[in-house]
């Protein structure tokens, strides 16, 4: 196996295991939280924000890992591949890096910081079900598309890995 063939691989593992994050998000724990008051829904996600937030280092790695193993991969795979791998490769990586990090940039760690400076407890019952509102739709509607895309993602990777 050469260096292609083994960043390949680390790409699409690293990029299925973001597409696992993000669909676990859309179909276990927002929905989760949606049984949550207000107050508790907010320093609930509060809380598991925080957690990525410090930095957790299996987290960067696979988030981190992802976009450096994917680009790599693209970069690699443009002298090796040809055709629908090729295209499938560097659509990927299109995909990946403005579908799927580029809205958590633009999108999501905006709203998660906004939720991070605020002292949930200390505001009325009617300001924090506002703040969930807005949070929560905005926030469950990009997570939505980047999930969808990161799957694609990974099944197109998977396709490539496969040719190879």
Known sequence: ???FQLTLLAATLLCALVAGFLVSFAVVVM??????SPADYLRA????????????PLFALMWLGSVLALV???ALGWSRLE?????LLLAAAGVYLL?????????NIPLNNRLQALDVAG??????????????????RSNTARTILACLVSGALLVVVLGV
């Open 1 to 3: 196996m050469d260096a």
């Open 83 to 87: 055709g629908l791998e090729r295209g």
């Open 45 to 56: 996600f509060q809380a598991m924000d925080g957690v990525i937030q410090r930095g957790h």
């Open 123 to 140: 505001m009325e019952p009617a300001a924090q079900e506002a703040l969930r509102a807005e949070f929560e739709g905005r926030w469950i």
């Open 72 to 74: 790599a991969a693209a």
């Open 31 to 36: 929905p989760g939280l949606r049984a949550l």
């Open 99 to 107: 579908g799927v990090q580029l809205p958590t940039f633009l999108f």
